[in-house]
């Protein structure tokens, strides 16, 4: 048995980005990562864009990737590869399975959960169809032809208009891998309006809103696809069908936060799939911190770097014994998603009811549906408590507040709320929030 | 009254793609001056991207290469800048057709001056030796 001070599982922009951090604090930490190398995701990201808000300068995923594994070379972190976690226990004791060395076992002081997530599959949804080869998760092509080096198919139909799906449109153009179209759901594209301008405009790929797989042909292998419209209960619209032949059909239909190992080291799994955390990103268990996507799915992975720089800290403060709350089941006041919004993180704040000093706190929510001109309210004991104007919201974009909120005015609860601009504010609010 | 009208019909909606904010800008060109007039930009980088997307639209290079004796078979590769757009698929054959060898680190050059653009392609991460 290993001992080490903080133990991070994931080698991925999270895990990197925790280490890191938890370093700094001056103790020791592991990286543990399943591949055989670090970077997780970012590996095969190979489009730019990545870094803005982090580096100040727009890198593609590999550099972002590598900067960050520069920079633990230069450290003294350890990092097994080739290492899949069994297990996790509650105690903090980590069984691990590597081809060199078979079974290792470490104990660590703190743990920072950094798993990521992983693609739904086509059996998450119901596609008609025959099952042949030639059906791909988007990210799974991604990983094909950006990492392995190969094409899955010559003509490609893609379901789903999130980032991923249309960042592989492009690169599938790119490659001369033909793009007859991409299928979306929703009545709006589920990707950032970047992505769509970029990767589907830019080379005539058109996008059908409010469409459907209905049929797919093929017995060893794809060999054409159909969709069709469909009304607001979902049925497809007779009449409506457009069909291609087509090798190979890629989707992605969302992402499944990681989440086995938390929940059997008793981790208690929140609504959206993520552990439930406190103001510390600690899950339930004392001592497991979680950050990245297997806490909450982001869309910009330098809010992952943020996010787990802070994990890291709290990690390595706990392993110190400096984290100011050290039992997190007491005291809590829980964060509740209200009107509009799908999810709240943290769910838990542990630390404000015995502060004397206003307690700042970091939430991140989603809506769950696009809008415009909205406010978004923090209310407690019946009373707005904080409040800030927004133009544009989206479901895709995840929305950070950092907000100071005084202790007397927390009741045992608070709900963050969306809501119209007009419809619940006086003039004397309004100019409140203009001169704010 | 001239002005408005001829603004009006050489204006372009573009949705600027700098950052998530996509901003929606309106371009548009004096018929005199030839002087592009950006709005609904909220950074500098929005105007210049309006200008630059309105006149001469241009866009990273980013595809990957054959990678000899390497520890994977193809490396992520990107432009240092921008190229035309019109050059896109014309470049991306240039390096389709060309292979290095490991080991090659972050930011190595691996074609220098691709199509007379004075604009190099570089490595986006290290890539060691097969062991």
């Given at each position: 048995m290993e001992n080490i001070d903080v133990v991070i599982i994931g080698g991925g922009p999270a895990g990197l980005a925790a280490a890191l951090a938890a370093y700094e604090e001056g103790v020791s930490v592991a990286i543990l990562e399943r591949d055989h190398e670090l970077g997780g995701i970012l590996q095969q990201c190979?489009?730019?864009?990545?870094?803005?808000?982090?580096?100040k300068e727009e890198l593609t995923g590999p550099e972002y990737a590598q900067r960050f594994i520069n920079k633990i070379k230069e450290s003294k972190i350890k990092v097994f590869l080739n290492t899949m976690v069994m297990q996790i226990t509650s105690e903090r004791v980590i069984t691990t399975i590597n081809p060199n060395n078979g079974v290792v076992h470490f104990k660590a002081k703190s743990i920072v959960l950094g798993m990521g997530c992983r693609e739904r599959t086509r059996g998450a949804i119901n596609i008609p169809g025959t099952r042949p080869a030639g059906i791909f998760p988007a990210g799974q092509a991604q990983r094909f032809i950006n990492i392995e080096g190969y094409f899955p198919g010559k003509r490609v139909l893609i379901l789903g208009s999130g980032d991923i799906d249309m960042i592989m449109a492009r690169r599938c153009m790119v490659e001369g891998i033909k793009v007859v179209a991409v299928a979306e759901v929703l009545p709006y594209p589920s990707g950032l309006k970047r992505n769509q301008v970029q990767c589907l405009d830019d080379y005539g790929i058109p996008l059908y809103l409010r469409h459907t797989i209905i049929d797919i042909r093929g017995k060893e292998r794809v060999e054409g696809v159909t969709i069709a419209a469909i009304d607001e209960k979902w049925r497809p619209i007779p009449g409506t069908e457009k069909t291609w032949d087509v090798d190979t059909i890629l989707f992605s239909v969302g992402l499944i936060p990681e989440n086995e190992l938390s929940s059997n080291a008793g981790c208690k799994i929140a609504n959206n799939g993520g552990p439930e955390v406190d103001e510390f990103l600690q899950t339930t268990v004392p001592g497991i911190f979680a950050a990245g996507n297997v806490l909450q799915v982001h869309d910009l992975v330098d809010f992952v770097t943020f996010e787990a720089t802070r994990a890291g800290k709290n990690a390595a403060k706990y392993a110190k014994d400096e984290l100011p709350i050290k039992d997190c089941q007491k005291s809590v006041i829980f964060a509740k998603p209200g009107s509009d919004v799908g999810y709240v993180v943290p769910e838990r704040i542990c630390g404000i009811k015995n502060s004397k000093d206003p307690y700042e706190i970091e939430f991140s929510f989603r809506v769950k549906n696009p809008r415009q001109n909205i406010i978004a309210e923090i209310i407690s004991k019946g009373k707005i408590i904080y409040k800030r104007k927004q133009k544009f919201v989206l479901p895709s974009e995840m929305i950070h507040l950092k907000v100071k909120l005084n202790p007397v005015d927390v009741g045992e609860e608070l709900t963050i709320n969306i809501i119209e601009q007009d419809s619940a504010i006086n003039v004397i609010e309004k100019e409140m929030l203009e001169g704010s | 009254m001239d002005e408005k009208a001829s603004n009006e019909v050489n204006e372009k909606e573009i949705i600027c793609v700098i950052c998530p904010n996509s901003c929606r800008l309106r371009v548009s060109q004096d018929p005199k001056t030839k002087e592009i007039n950006v709005e609904g930009h909220q950074c500098p980088r929005g105007k210049k991207y309006g200008i630059s997307e309105y006149s001469n639209p241009v866009r990273v290079l980013i595809t990957t290469m054959r990678v000899e004796k390497?520890?994977?078979p193809v490396i992520p590769v990107r432009s240092t800048e921008a190229i035309p757009k019109s050059l896109l698929i014309e470049a991306v054959k240039v390096v389709n057709d060309t292979h290095c060898l490991a080991p090659i680190k972050m930011g190595d050059i691996l074609i220098d001056n691709i199509l007379n653009t004075k604009i190099s392609v570089i490595a986006s991460r290290d890539i060691d030796v097969k062991s």
């Amino acid at each position: 048995m290993e001992n080490i001070d903080v133990v991070i599982i994931g080698g991925g922009p999270a895990g990197l980005a925790a280490a890191l951090a938890a370093y700094e604090e001056g103790v020791s930490v592991a990286i543990l990562e399943r591949d055989h190398e670090l970077g997780g995701i970012l590996q095969q990201c190979i489009h730019n864009g990545f870094g803005l808000r982090y580096f100040k300068e727009e890198l593609t995923g590999p550099e972002y990737a590598q900067r960050f594994i520069n920079k633990i070379k230069e450290s003294k972190i350890k990092v097994f590869l080739n290492t899949m976690v069994m297990q996790i226990t509650s105690e903090r004791v980590i069984t691990t399975i590597n081809p060199n060395n078979g079974v290792v076992h470490f104990k660590a002081k703190s743990i920072v959960l950094g798993m990521g997530c992983r693609e739904r599959t086509r059996g998450a949804i119901n596609i008609p169809g025959t099952r042949p080869a030639g059906i791909f998760p988007a990210g799974q092509a991604q990983r094909f032809i950006n990492i392995e080096g190969y094409f899955p198919g010559k003509r490609v139909l893609i379901l789903g208009s999130g980032d991923i799906d249309m960042i592989m449109a492009r690169r599938c153009m790119v490659e001369g891998i033909k793009v007859v179209a991409v299928a979306e759901v929703l009545p709006y594209p589920s990707g950032l309006k970047r992505n769509q301008v970029q990767c589907l405009d830019d080379y005539g790929i058109p996008l059908y809103l409010r469409h459907t797989i209905i049929d797919i042909r093929g017995k060893e292998r794809v060999e054409g696809v159909t969709i069709a419209a469909i009304d607001e209960k979902w049925r497809p619209i007779p009449g409506t069908e457009k069909t291609w032949d087509v090798d190979t059909i890629l989707f992605s239909v969302g992402l499944i936060p990681e989440n086995e190992l938390s929940s059997n080291a008793g981790c208690k799994i929140a609504n959206n799939g993520g552990p439930e955390v406190d103001e510390f990103l600690q899950t339930t268990v004392p001592g497991i911190f979680a950050a990245g996507n297997v806490l909450q799915v982001h869309d910009l992975v330098d809010f992952v770097t943020f996010e787990a720089t802070r994990a890291g800290k709290n990690a390595a403060k706990y392993a110190k014994d400096e984290l100011p709350i050290k039992d997190c089941q007491k005291s809590v006041i829980f964060a509740k998603p209200g009107s509009d919004v799908g999810y709240v993180v943290p769910e838990r704040i542990c630390g404000i009811k015995n502060s004397k000093d206003p307690y700042e706190i970091e939430f991140s929510f989603r809506v769950k549906n696009p809008r415009q001109n909205i406010i978004a309210e923090i209310i407690s004991k019946g009373k707005i408590i904080y409040k800030r104007k927004q133009k544009f919201v989206l479901p895709s974009e995840m929305i950070h507040l950092k907000v100071k909120l005084n202790p007397v005015d927390v009741g045992e609860e608070l709900t963050i709320n969306i809501i119209e601009q007009d419809s619940a504010i006086n003039v004397i609010e309004k100019e409140m929030l203009e001169g704010s | 009254m001239d002005e408005k009208a001829s603004n009006e019909v050489n204006e372009k909606e573009i949705i600027c793609v700098i950052c998530p904010n996509s901003c929606r800008l309106r371009v548009s060109q004096d018929p005199k001056t030839k002087e592009i007039n950006v709005e609904g930009h909220q950074c500098p980088r929005g105007k210049k991207y309006g200008i630059s997307e309105y006149s001469n639209p241009v866009r990273v290079l980013i595809t990957t290469m054959r990678v000899e004796k390497g520890k994977l078979p193809v490396i992520p590769v990107r432009s240092t800048e921008a190229i035309p757009k019109s050059l896109l698929i014309e470049a991306v054959k240039v390096v389709n057709d060309t292979h290095c060898l490991a080991p090659i680190k972050m930011g190595d050059i691996l074609i220098d001056n691709i199509l007379n653009t004075k604009i190099s392609v570089i490595a986006s991460r290290d890539i060691d030796v097969k062991s």
